[in-house]
């Protein structure tokens, strides 16, 4: 099932960079040109010692509604360009005359099935406004969001999604993007400072996997939260404890998996979790993504254990496969196709507005009940 949802995403990529094939020589190549004896604006930049964006400012009057540089500035840009040749590329120019129909976005070349399905939906309905997505592919790397924000903002595109934000870094992202008009995250960011974005409600959708598994006289739930400090698993984690004390049952901290075992979707980390947690006799288990849920029926089953009559398994991601599984596998669906539908709207709606209000949307998810939890579904 893993394979079919990297085909389904390598199809996507490749699709995208088709739609945005000038991608390749504004971004991705950002340091090349038709001649690759040509300056470029990095060029001037680094030469200036100032930043692309500032060099953008100076030269295209562009470089994103903050950057500032001062007369004096801008005309040590103008010299220095002038004196290494520079001649601005054809291909930014034309990018931007056309940067109020271009949507950027950077995302995890490496995203979750959640986030791909998110991104195959913003891709066709941006599309199908008359929008175009300029894409930055990356992969647990601050530095190149911080290259892909430059680089939009050199280009002074305005309206920007962020879908790579999750990291051992979060915190030190969501700074990057205050220079954009319109920027937009889809789930909340990890800051305190207001950004706009579009979440799943992971806290109201774990809620619903905890009074289900309650109303199955489940009374021993794991979540498989591992060492996780994003907040959409702290709002699991919440879910986790609320959901508890509304229905008057003890439970220990424990139970809230911390272990530093990842997604545990490989039969190692699997392995290493259930040595964890069996001690304490669940009677459920919360996991994380398909292969998880797959890994954990197969060594459970080899433990003695059967699913769904000794443990109850939900899936916090939504596959298409979960339903043919023998069991089949109970999973969180966290509405991909509405979260994207919102993103879309709100972006496109505050792309002529100065100073765009701020958008802070939960879209409620649903359970997929299957066998995993009970045989009577």
Known sequence: MEAEGG??????MTHLLSVTIFQNAVILN?????DNNMITLSDVAKAAGVSRSAASKALHGGGGKTTKISEKKSLHIQKIAEQLGYRPNRMAQRLASRKQDIIGLIVDSQCCRLYSDILSCIEQLTREAGYRLQVGLMHDSIDAIKSYVDD?????????ICMAHYYEFSEKVPPL??????PLFISQPATDEKFSFVSPDY???????MDYLFSLNRRKIIYVKSNYR?????????????AH???GIPFDEAQIYCGDIGECDTLELMTELLDDVLPMRPDALIIGNGNATLWAIRLLNSRGLRVPEDVSIIGMESWKGSQAMQPSISVMDNNPAEIAREAVRVIINNIPVESPPLHEI?????LILGESCCHKV
């Open 362 to 366: 939960f879209v409620e998810g649903s």
């Open 203 to 209: 806290h109201g959708t774990f809620r619903k996997a």
């Open 30 to 34: 950002k340091n090349r040109s038709e």
């Open 7 to 12: 085909e389904k995403f390598f199809s996507l």
């Open 177 to 182: 993007f205050k220079p954009f008009k319109n």
């Open 245 to 247: 004390l509304a229905h």
């Open 230 to 242: 994003t907040p959409d698993a702290m709002a699991r984690a919440r879910a986790f404890r609320d």
């Open 152 to 160: 939009f903002l050199g280009y002074d595109i305005q309206s920007v």
